[in-house]
């Protein structure tokens, strides 16, 4: 063989070789991961539903994986300072994000934001879908959604419908009720969903969509009368209670936790954390937990996991534009 032709071969197999050392250092990295503590950004304080949900998701997760996964409350901005956070630290998987349904409402409600929450997220795994449950004072005279419904068209201005403010999940599950019903309904905003509880049994107002975890007690003691829940099917968390949807054909409304990591995440870190999510959601223990907050979990892979935050935010879109509803 001749000297140059000798040495063209073994250029090509030196090339060949460092080209695949990315690929092998790439897959060791993988393997690996985590190497370190993974932190789970939550745009809310401690002690509200999403926080309860992240630590515990990062408690078995931490067991899992065999690495620190760490809650880190960012609340402010109805969410968006955690979301901002989120989308511009490196995409090597040590960020994750806990979404909560205002991630959905947001990019409607916000005219201007410094992301794109679809286009800057990777979708990693749902966690949980959590109802809501439609309730009224006790001195509201109606039992049922359709009595409801001709109730405040019969009083108009006169229903008063409380959430914990403009833009939750609590204040625009009741303008999907208003607009698919045509129900007479004055938006009143609290600044928390407890304040919106205690002036609803005291009769200040006279219909709250609330979180089922919130309110289950009250209903269970007569306190407030729960009308319906606003899943597509019954919650086993108040199995005597009709859904919306039973009156209201098409109507749903749930806040859709789960997590998301930066844009360009690897591919395989999302397929890891979301095999680890989904044997968590598995797990008994966690189902018993989550049923006891009255939600459902969320399983599957990431690809069905960011279809159904597209359709969220598409569908919530509607919802804002048609309350005229904006951030304050």
Partial sequence: MKP????????????AGAAAVPAVSRIAWVLDYPVRPVHILVGFAPGSATDILARMMAQRLSERLGQSFVVDNRPGAGGNIATEAAVNAPA???????TSGANTINPTLYEKLSFDFLKDTTPVAGVTRSPLVMEVNNAVPAKTVPEFIAYTKANPGRVNMASSGIGTSLH??????KMMT???????PYRSAAAALTDLMGGQVQVLFDVIASSLSYVKAGQVRALAVTSASRSDALPGVPTVGEFVPGYEASACNGLVAPRNTPAEIVTKL????????AEPAMRAQLADLGA???TGPAAEWGALLSAEVAKWAKVVKFSGAKAE
Wanted: glycine share 10%; hydrophobic share 45%; no cysteine.
């Fill in 172 to 177: 625009i599950s009741g303008e999907l009720f």
């Fill in 274 to 281: 979301n095999k680890a999510v989904n044997d968590v959601l």
């Fill in 4 to 15: 140059q032709r000798m040495r063209r071969r073994k250029f090509l197999g030196l090339a």
């Fill in 296 to 298: 459902t979990e969320l």
């Fill in 92 to 98: 090597d998987g040590y960020t994750l994000l806990m």
């Fill in 182 to 188: 045509g129900a007479n309904m004055t938006h009143v």
